[in-house]
């Protein structure tokens, strides 16, 4: 009796023993669920957060040189007023300003008004009538040297092989003796695309003048319309350049 009563007990410690593990066990999921959830939670929480305020950063972003740039104008250059002296030459033309220094070309913006003042080279009394530092300047070139000048820097073709003659004759023949009076001395300038033109005798006592405003931006040729020798066909050149 008293063996069979202990095997009892046993079973009976045995029994809450497996109760109470089962019960630890259940109590040991639900905390582990419990927990795993409140991370899930968390988790997606921190998920939206991250994309609303990834949304809000894309709202604000402004870019800021893109709209420093919109904001900029380029202000159109003012015209202006400008008087240059023109020299015409076997087979050229030379620029001056009222100081007397040579320009390479005239430049302006559109809507400037320009007067040129102009003469050849031979008109001594016309050059005399110009302001002093330009008619000096005038006075100081060999415009037979300009003319070799001129083919060198390819101006103009060498003439021998353009024309069949040399610079030199070329020259005489256009000059014909310093005292002729005649188309072979003189020149005609005219602003190709401008409309403007005149005549520049080589005996003249006053200088031609050519007033005119430029409407339109390009670069434009000064031109001779005067017969004056071998040569002639080639004496235009860019001269003057108008700009935005």
């Not at 300009?146 to 353009?162: C, F, Q, S, W």
């Not at 001779?224 to 935005?244: A, F, K």
């Amino acid at each position: 009796m008293m063996r069979r009563r202990s095997l009892m007990r046993q079973a009976t410690v045995l029994s809450a023993l497996l109760l109470l593990v089962a019960a630890c066990g259940v109590e040991g999921d639900d905390g582990v669920t419990d927990a795993t959830d409140e991370q899930d939670v968390d988790a997606s929480a921190g998920e939206q957060d991250a994309g609303a305020a990834s949304e809000d950063s894309a709202e604000e972003v402004v870019e800021p040189e893109e709209e420093a740039a919109e904001d900029e104008t380029v202000e159109a250059p003012e015209p202006v007023q400008v008087t240059v002296y023109v020299v015409g030459y076997h087979w050229g033309w030379a620029l001056f300003d009222e100081d007397g220094s040579e320009l390479e070309v005239l430049e302006g913006p559109v809507g400037s008004e320009v007067e040129l003042i102009a003469v050849n080279d031979h008109a001594t009394h016309a050059i005399e009538q110009l302001p002093e530092p330009v008619a000096a300047s005038i006075a100081s070139l060999d415009w037979h040297e300009r003319a070799h000048h001129d083919v060198e820097m390819g101006h103009i073709p060498d003439l021998e092989e353009a024309e069949g003659v040399s610079l030199g004759e070329a020259l005489t023949i256009a000059h014909d003796g310093h005292d002729h009076i005649g188309p072979a001395q003189d020149h005609a300038l005219m602003v190709a695309g401008i409309g403007v033109e005149a005549f520049l005798d080589s005996h003249g006592d006053e200088p031609a003048r050519l007033a005119f405003t430029v409407g339109e931006e390009g670069a434009y040729d000064f031109r001779c319309t005067e017969e004056c020798g071998p040569g002639h066909d080639h004496q235009r050149r860019e001269m003057l350049v108008v700009t935005g």
